[in-house]
């Protein structure tokens, strides 16, 4: 059974940076595709950024474009590192895996972490 386990979530103040993990386990599934989504308090989920393994080819939300980077680790991991974090970032932040990228749809992902918490205060 295929697993994502998200970690590096925390408490931060605005401006500060974070860098979020989240780690395949189970058989040998290599996704083409790997994502980060968040829930604000209150909201809707919505989509962060993704990567296509292969290439490295990567999409970002315009909210945090310039300000967020997702990197890989040969389809074992993905990471999120983000900078100049602000309030509005405050969110449950989810990891999510599917075989291609199709623009940011959660609903295209097979597979999602139990998601990790970041709170970023003025």
């Known amino acids: 059974q295929v697993q994502l386990v998200e970690s590096g979530g925390g408490s931060v103040q605005a401006g500060g940076t974070l860098r979020l993990s989240c780690a395949v386990s189970?058989?040998?599934?290599?996704?083409?595709?790997m994502a980060w989504f968040r829930q604000p308090p209150g909201k809707e989920r919505e989509p962060v950024a993704h990567?296509?393994?292969?290439?490295?080819?990567t999409l970002y939300a315009a909210s945090v474009k310039g300000r967020f980077t997702i990197s890989q680790d040969n389809a074992k991991s993905v990471f999120l590192h983000m900078n100049s974090l602000k309030p509005e970032d405050t969110a449950m932040y989810y990891c999510?895996?599917?075989?291609?990228?199709?623009?940011?749809?959660?609903?295209?992902?097979?597979?999602w972490g139990q998601g990790t918490q970041v709170t970023v205060s003025s």
């Open positions: 990567i296509y393994t292969p290439s490295d080819r």
């Open positions: 189970g058989y040998t599934y290599r996704p083409g595709c």
């Open positions: 999510a895996a599917s075989n291609s990228c199709v623009a940011l749809l959660s609903r295209t992902y097979n597979f």
